[in-house]
C-alpha cells in the first residue's frame, strides 16, 4: 500500500514556505506533515496532504512546479524503538532508504513514518512479515 507525497520546489527566500503553506490553507487543503530540504538556492518541499488532488490544482494554478511520488506510510506505536524497528525491517532486507521523515498523530494515537526507497514492493513485504501496518490515502487523510 503506498501513498501519494507532494513535493514542491521552492526558492531559498524568506517567506518562500509561508507563500505555499498560505496557498494550500486558502484552497481548504490540511497539511498533515512536511519536510524542506534546502540548498543555498532552492528547496524540495514534501507533503503529506489530505487531499492530494486539490493541493496539485492550487499549487499548479499559482505556477509552481510540483510533483506526485508514490511513498510508504509506515505506522507504529508512539514509543521509544519504533522508529527503530521500521529502520530495522529494512536494513536486514537489504533495503535503502532515498529519505525519511516522521510524525505524530494524536487523533490514532500513531507514529507515522514516511520513507521513500527503491525497491517498494520488497519492503511492503518486509514491513507485513515483521507485523508493521502500512496506512493508505484514507487513513493519512483522516488522521
Same mark, same amino acid.
Given at each position: 500500500m503506498t501513498v501519494k507525497q507532494i513535493s514542491v520546489f521552492v526558492e531559498n527566500k524568506i517567506g518562500g514556505l509561508a507563500t505555499i503553506t498560505d496557498l494550500l490553507a486558502q484552497a481548504d487543503v490540511n497539511i498533515r506533515a512536511l519536510s524542506i530540504a534546502e540548498t543555498s538556492d532552492f528547496g524540495i518541499l514534501r507533503l503529506m496532504v489530505d487531499d492530494v488532488f486539490k493541493a496539485g490544482n492550487a499549487l499548479k494554478d499559482n505556477g509552481f512546479i510540483y510533483s506526485v511520488t508514490d511513498v510508504l506510510a509506515v505506522a507504529g506505536e508512539d514509543k521509544p524503538g519504533s522508529i527503530a524497528k521500521i529502520v530495522s525491517v529494512l536494513s536486514n532486507e537489504g533495503i535503502g532508504m532515498d529519505y525519511a521523515y516522521a510524525f505524530f498523530a494524536k487523533k490514532s494515537e500513531? =507514529?507515522?513514518m514516511i520513507v521513500k526507497v527503491e525497491e517498494m514492493d520488497k519492503a511492503k513485504k518486509a514491513f507485513k512479515a515483521n507485523g508493521i501496518?502500512? =496506512?493508505? !490515502?484514507? !487513513?493519512? =487523510?483522516?488522521l
Open positions: 500513531l =507514529a507515522y501496518h502500512l =496506512a493508505d !490515502e484514507n !487513513e493519512i =487523510a483522516k
